[in-house]
């Protein structure tokens, strides 16, 4: 299997320490934080790591969700980027990495020839948390609960284009199981 060369910009750190910072998030683990304000449109982060092709992806992929159900805490960072390839972004340099997801995120990534950037989707105030779509498909969407806390959270993490859809079967699923209004699952 042919594995690509890592890929890596020419200086890391250009991207990484600038604008954010990690700490603790009310969302989940770790987040990523602005560390001044940020006006609309700004390129804030790189998303680097290794630049791996589907094969070697779902491989790895695999290898994260065998680790994950003995320990019960693997996470996995690799990036679709494109039909070609993604980047296993689970290396310490990549800060991009402990990004959390939103519904109604602050910012997006990005492909550029290539490479992925975050840039803001609106003014960021310092101190507030960075967010993007992971965009997950909806097949699995059980795996991944969202804990955004934004009004607009669907409960799951599913990618924008997705999350009508999973609304009518939420919905669908609520009725068949109960008419009492309110009730939670
Ligand atoms: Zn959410």
């Known amino acids: 299997m042919r594995k690509l060369r890592p890929h890596r910009p020419s ?16 969302i989940h683990g770790q987040g990523i934080f602005a560390s001044r304000r940020m006006r609309k449109g700004m390129r804030v982060l790189e998303y680097i790591g290794e630049r791996v092709d589907k094969e070697e992806s779902n491989r790895r992929g695999l290898e994260l969700f065998e680790k994950s159900k ?3 805490g693997a996470s996995v960072y690799i990036f679709d980027v494109n039909e070609d ?29 290539n490479r992925l950037f975050l840039y803001a989707l609106r003014d960021i105030e310092k101190g507030e948390e960075l967010s993007f779509d992971y965009g997950y498909d909806i097949e699995h969407y059980l795996d991944h609960p969202c804990r955004c806390g934004t ?19 939420l ?13 939670k699952e």
């Open 11 to 26: 200086s890391p750190v250009e991207y990484v320490n600038a604008f954010c910072e990690a700490r603790g998030s009310a």
């Open 70 to 72: 003995e320990s019960g």
């Open 85 to 113: 390839w993604d980047l296993d972004g689970d290396k310490p340099y990549n800060l991009a990495r402990l990004i959390n997801h939103s519904c109604e995120p602050n910012c997006e990534m990005v492909d550029e020839d």
């Open 151 to 169: 009004p607009g959270c669907v409960g799951y993490i599913v990618s924008s284009a997705q999350r009508p859809k999973l609304l009518r079967m």
């Open 171 to 183: 919905r669908r699923k609520k009725h068949g199981r109960s008419l009492v209004k309110g009730n």
